[in-house]
Structure formats: C-alpha cells, structure tokens
C-alpha cells in the first residue's frame, strides 16, 4: 500500500516495482521528459491529461495516485468531513488554478469513476487552456453558472442541468461569469 506519499513517490514506486525508467514512460506516455519529472518533482497535482497518461502507461487507475486510505466495502463521505482542495495545475501556466477538487471517494479502492466536488473561481487566466484525455465525465451544477466549451461548441449550465461528454475532444470547464460556481463531477478513464 503507498499511503501517505505524494502522487511522484508513488510514480516512482510504481516505476521501481516494474523496472522502468523515466525514458520509459517517456516512450510510452508520449510526455516530454520535462513534464514527467514536473510531475514527480511536484508537491501539487498535475493536470489530469498527463496523470491519466502516466496512470494508463504503468497500468494504474487514475486514482491509484489520488487514494488516501484503502476501503474495501462502502466509502461513506461526510459533509462535516473537512478535507484540503486538490488544485490540478498544468505545471506550465496557473491555467486550471481556478479549479479545487474535493475527491468524494479517495478511500475506496478499485473504482472505476473518480467523483469530485469542484469549486469554480472566476479565472483570471487570459489564455484559456483546454484539456483532452481518454474517458468520459459528467457534470452536474448545484450553483452558479457553468460555460463549458467542448470542441467547437459552447454550453451555458445552471443550477440543476447536467451534461456528459466524451473527454478524449479538447473541453474547458470555467464560471461564466464573475462569481463561482460548484459542481459535481465524475471522470472515468479506461485502464
């Protein structure tokens, strides 16, 4: 079990126990390998696209680097269960500062879906980078108003409406305007 280490020592356990070196997952990640070793070098979390990358190239669950605690049974979250942000960044840029997901289910092992609650800041991000990986995710809004581009079309969500889309097309999820907005998601990556 690696508990307690950050997502790079459990890369790089990960990488040991199947004798591979960062060149490998270079190869077969298709990452620089700059991006692999901002990842490992990293205290934050990195952008989903490469972690899914790196996650599907040692044969991993995405969530095998964001579990916590192993759960066998049913993992019961807390709404009093008082937990720190998880701030996906792409390591290049604040792009996706905006974003603080709350893992809803980093307990249970196994899983195939990863849910977050996700608190939605107004970007101050002049470029907008988009995102692109294999999967699928469902979003939910509970408040504010969502604008999600997906390739070249643009969707307005309010409070109550939902979408779901295949994550492999370019899409960016951000508040509409400048207030914040919370949503519910859940992201499912193929192994």
Request: hydrophobic share 35%; charged share 20%.
């Amino acid at each position: 079990m690696m508990k307690n280490k950050n997502i790079g020592e459990k890369i790089l356990a990960l990488c040991n126990s199947r004798n591979l070196s960062i060149n490998d997952l270079v190869d077969s990640t298709g990452l620089t390998e700059v991006q692999i070793k901002r990842v490992i070098e990293s205290k934050t979390i990195p952008s989903l696209s490469p972690l899914i990358k790196i996650a599907r190239s040692l044969g991993v669950r995405l969530g095998t680097f964001l579990d916590d605690e192993v759960e066998l049974g049913p993992v019961v979250h807390r709404s009093n269960e008082v937990q720190q942000p998880a701030s996906f960044s792409s390591q290049l840029s604040d792009a996706n500062s905006h974003l603080d997901f709350y893992a809803l289910a980093a307990r249970k092992t196994n899983r195939h879906m990863e849910p977050f609650f996700i608190d939605i800041q107004p970007s101050s991000t002049h470029e907008p980078i988009f995102s692109s990986h294999e999967g699928e995710e469902f979003i939910f809004v509970l408040d504010g108003t969502v604008k999600i581009d997906y390739g070249n079309q643009t969707f307005f969500l309010h409070p109550g409406d939902s979408i779901y889309y295949d994550s492999i097309v370019n899409h960016l999820v951000s508040s509409d305007d400048e207030k914040p907005a919370k949503i519910l998601a859940v992201v499912y990556t193929p192994l």
